[in-house]
């Protein structure tokens, strides 16, 4: 729905994104390349909840985990044959990665446009639970191969036949670090999205 033009006069949209995948996968990373305002952060140290709970083998060294969410904006020009050019104003919810915040997860989804499900190779399976939680709600998202260093890389195929992902889901590498990566995966996603809005079959 638009509700409002910008100072060029396109119409604004705005919408609502989730990012989401495993602890340490990168998606407080992600948020913070992205947003074009503080985020705002539920950043915390490491709790003696954590403690045992979350498993951080093979990720880079982390001291604070995100305990709620991570909140950011950002505008990104979109173009669709069926629509035309408008900005699409999309506030990002980076989601909590451990299994005890999953009772958020339904409340965060709705009304999201999409979602992005940011994994680490050298931990695939801990992407699996959102891959189905999308799948399962029917809500669009792509993967974002988030590509550490000295992780080995796989390609697209085969990150595709190890999470058994639909032939329509893109697989997109990144380094969540980096605004112009992770901007991309976003275009991707914003693309993806509005397919599956105008050709509802492709998002079965
Ligand atoms: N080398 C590398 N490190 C990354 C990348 N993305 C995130 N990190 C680091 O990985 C750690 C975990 O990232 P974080 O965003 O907190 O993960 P989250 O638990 O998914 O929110 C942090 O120390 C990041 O600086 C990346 O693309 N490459
Ligand atoms: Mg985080």
């Known amino acids: 729905?638009?509700?409002a033009t910008s100072p060029d006069?396109?119409?604004?949209?705005a919408a609502k994104v989730l990012i989401a995948g495993g602890l340490g996968a990168g998606k407080t990373t992600m948020v913070g390349a992205l947003s074009e305002i503080g985020v705002l952060s539920t950043e915390e140290s490491m709790s003696a909840a954590s403690i045992g709970v979350d498993h951080l083998t093979g990720t880079e060294p982390k001291t604070t985990t995100t305990v709620a969410m991570d909140v950011g904006r950002l505008t990104l020009p979109v173009h669709s044959p069926?629509?035309?050019a408008y900005l699409v104003q999309i506030m990002l919810f980076g989601t909590p990665g451990q299994d005890r915040f999953w009772f958020m997860?339904?409340?965060l989804v709705r009304g999201a446009i999409g979602g992005v499900v940011l994994?680490?190779?050298?931990r695939l399976e801990d992407c699996f639970p959102a891959v189905e939680f999308f799948e399962h709600r029917g809500t669009p998202f792509v993967v974002?191969?988030?590509e550490f260093d000295g992780a080995h890389r796989y390609s697209p195929d085969e990150i595709r036949d190890a999470i058994s992902l639909a032939a329509h889901v893109p697989v997109l590498a990144c380094d969540a670090r980096r605004t112009q990566s992770a901007r991309a995966v976003l275009r991707g996603l914003v693309?993806?999205?509005i397919t599956c809005a105008d050709t509802p079959a492709a998002s079965i």
């Open 119 to 122: 994994a680490d190779t050298r």
């Open 1 to 3: 729905m638009v509700y």
């Open 82 to 84: 069926a629509r035309g």
């Open 105 to 107: 997860w339904d409340d």
């Open 191 to 193: 693309s993806h999205a």
């Open 9 to 13: 006069a396109l119409p604004v949209v």
């Open 144 to 146: 974002a191969v988030n």
